[in-house]
């Protein structure tokens, strides 16, 4: 639906349920590193399953699609759309055999577009460790300015990490997305 150069971002489909838990959800320390929340173990049926419920309306939940084979990618989101402040935040997960191909950044900017372009936001804020290097440089690479450090903010698998924080202005974007 919002083509990158490279991926897509679709709405959810049920056949992804499957393998977003499996190879995201499931991968404890990934899922540790990338949530705020615990991770708990959950039944497949279990309506409190990851992916299985409406988003919020604060949010919009798309898969990442590689444009060429119609491959589920991995999974992106827009939250905590905040239409007072006009802002909103970035998450991104990628299935392992597709990190490390330039995918990161191409969602980045693809959710840009859909919250600058389609939602009007004016600021969009991504936070992650402090030690992610694939997502401090898929951040960087479309255009967000590092603005702070939250030290020891984030409980990740028995011990306390510092956490980043990227910010990117509609006025700073560049459709398209260039390198800052
Ligand atoms: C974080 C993530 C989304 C990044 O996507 P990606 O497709 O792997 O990253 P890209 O290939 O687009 O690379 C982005 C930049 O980071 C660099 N990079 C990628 N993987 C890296 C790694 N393992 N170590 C250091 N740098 C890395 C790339 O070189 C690129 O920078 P450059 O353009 O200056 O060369 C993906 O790795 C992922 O899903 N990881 C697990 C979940 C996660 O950590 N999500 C983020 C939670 S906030």
């Known amino acids: 639906v919002i083509s990158g150069e490279k991926i897509g971002l679709r709405p959810r489909r049920n056949d992804d349920i499957p393998i ?20 708990r173990p959950f039944a497949q049926d279990s309506r409190k399953a990851p992916y299985a419920n409406e988003p ?34 970035l998450g991104l997960s990628l299935r392992p055999a597709f990190r490390g191909r330039g995918y990161g950044v191409d969602s980045v900017r693809a959710l840009c577009e859909y919250g600058f372009a389609v939602r009007g936001l004016q600021r969009l804020q991504l936070e992650t460790l402090a ?4 997502m401090i440089g898929a951040a960087r690479r479309a255009g967000f300015t590092r603005e702070g450090t939250l030290r020891r903010a984030c409980w ?12 990117l202005l509609a006025d700073e974007w560049q459709p398209g997305g260039q390198d800052h």
């Open 56 to 89: 919020p309306d604060n949010a919009a939940c798309f898969c990442v699609v590689e444009l060429a084979s119609g491959e589920l990618v991995g999974e992106a989101i827009l939250w905590a759309i905040d239409t007072h402040n006009r802002s909103g935040r």
């Open 20 to 39: 977003l838990i499996e190879e995201l959800y499931n991968d404890v320390l990934t899922t540790s590193r990338a949530d705020t929340r615990p991770w």
């Open 131 to 134: 030690d992610n290097a694939a």
């Open 156 to 167: 990740v698998y028995g011990e306390f990490l510092d956490e980043a924080v990227f910010g």
